[in-house]
């Protein structure tokens, strides 16, 4: 069983920047494919970003493509989302989430979630 700790959310105005982190106990986090997930008050939960078990391969949505980039560090067992040029329309709470295999972009498909972080981008 995975547990998966989010933190570096905050307040940011907007042009600006967050660095959020997730990091993962209770299992090997190299054999899951990682995701980044938001859910603004009154949407649907969204992709954000994934990437692959090794870290070769990472995904985006349209909407961060260009300003947000997921890493991860298989050695700490932590992946992270770097935003920048942040946008009030960011605004939500940001959730990690891990499946096995490959990356996915449907929250259905992912087995273990964080509590999340809040993320509030002010114009």
């Known amino acids: 069983q995975v547990q998966l700790v989010e933190s570096g959310g905050g307040l940011a105005q907007a042009g600006g920047s967050l660095r959020l982190s997730c990091a993962a106990s209770?299992?090997?986090?190299?054999?899951?494919?990682l995701g980044w997930f938001r859910q603004a008050p009154g949407k649907e939960r969204e992709f954000v970003a994934g990437?692959?078990?090794?870290?070769?391969?990472?995904y985006y949505a349209d909407s961060v493509k260009g300003r947000f980039t997921i890493s991860r560090d298989n050695a700490k067992n932590t992946v992270n989302l770097q935003m920048n040029s942040l946008k009030p329309e960011d605004t939500a709470l940001y959730s990690c989430?891990?499946?096995?295999?490959?990356?996915?972009?449907?929250?259905?498909?992912?087995?273990?979630w964080g509590q999340g972080t809040q993320v509030t981008v002010s114009s």
């Open positions: 209770g299992g090997t986090l190299s054999t899951y494919s």
């Open positions: 990437i692959s078990r090794n870290g070769a391969s990472t």
């Open positions: 989430a891990a499946r096995r295999v490959v990356v996915r972009t449907t929250p259905a498909d992912y087995e273990y």
